[in-house]
T-cell receptor, first 112, second 111 residues
Framework: QKEVEQNSGPLSVPEGAIASLNCTYSDRGSQSFFWYRQYSGKSPELIMSIYSNGDKEDGRFTAQLNKASQYVSLLIRDSQPSDSATYLCAGSFSGGYNKLIFGAGTRLAVHP | EPEVTQTPSHQVTQMGQEVILRCVPISNHLYFYWYRQILGQKVEFLVSFYNNEISEKSEIFDDQFSVERPDGSNFTLKIRSTKLEDSAMYFC?????????FGSGTRLTVV
């Protein structure tokens, strides 16, 4: 059973701080990972994708992937109140354009 | 920026009725998906569709469910004889390989 695990939170950080979100997965055959942001009652919005070991940066966001440890993370620098949302980690396993398996999401609260 | 469009945004139906949820994927995408999210729970995979046929389906996607691409643009999810537990947000998604784009969802309420 392929699974993606996340701490449900809430993770509370002050405005301007770095928020660190973590995710582990069960299947070593995983290929691609995605971080989505989901505001309450809305659809998932893609923030970052990462396919190979190491770091990938896009603006205030950095995704990190460690396939040996089966671990994915998302760092949000200079956190803003508008970043307050649920962050979903998702994996696409076995290559190709396969289904995404989602974690339960981590709720992030950025307080002024 | 291209979008995945879903209609209706909210549908209320009586238990036992049939509903059709509609999606227009991004035009150059080839892979299409339906997911659902029961309130407070994970996003769950239902079915994937490629080259006019189902490529994978989950345990949830039983005989009550069907998908269709009736023309070159629409992608539909039909739920026959709805049950109370079918109440959820239903998301359509599509990809051409560099990230999966989700539609805004249809909130289905079965009463």
């Amino acid at each position: 059973q392929k699974e993606v695990e996340q701490n449900s939170g809430p993770l509370s950080v002050p405005e301007g701080a770095i928020a660190s979100l973590n995710c582990t997965y069960s299947d070593r055959g995983s290929q691609s990972f995605f971080w989505y942001r989901q505001y309450s009652g809305k659809s998932p919005e893609l923030i970052m994708s990462i396919y190979s070991n190491g770091d990938k940066e896009d603006g205030r966001f950095t995704a990190q992937l460690n396939k040996a440890s089966q671990y994915v993370s998302l760092l949000i620098r200079d956190s803003q109140p508008s970043d307050s949302a649920t962050y979903l980690c998702a994996g696409s396993f076995s290559g190709g354009y396969n289904k995404l398996i989602f974690g339960a999401g981590t709720r992030l609260a950025v307080h002024p | 920026e291209p979008e995945v469009t879903q209609t209706p945004s909210h549908q209320v139906t009586q238990m036992g009725q049939e509903v059709i949820l509609r999606c227009v994927p991004i035009s150059n995408h080839l892979y299409f998906y339906w997911y659902r999210q029961i309130l407070g729970q994970k996003v769950e995979f239902l079915v994937s569709f490629y080259n006019n046929e189902i490529s994978e389906k989950s345990e949830i996607f039983d005989d009550q469910f069907s998908v269709e691409r009736p023309d070159g643009s629409n992608f539909t999810l039909k739920i026959r004889s709805t049950k109370l537990e079918d109440s959820a947000m239903y998301f359509c998604a599509s990809t051409r390989g560099d990230g999966y784009t989700f539609g805004s969802g249809t909130r289905l309420t079965v009463v």
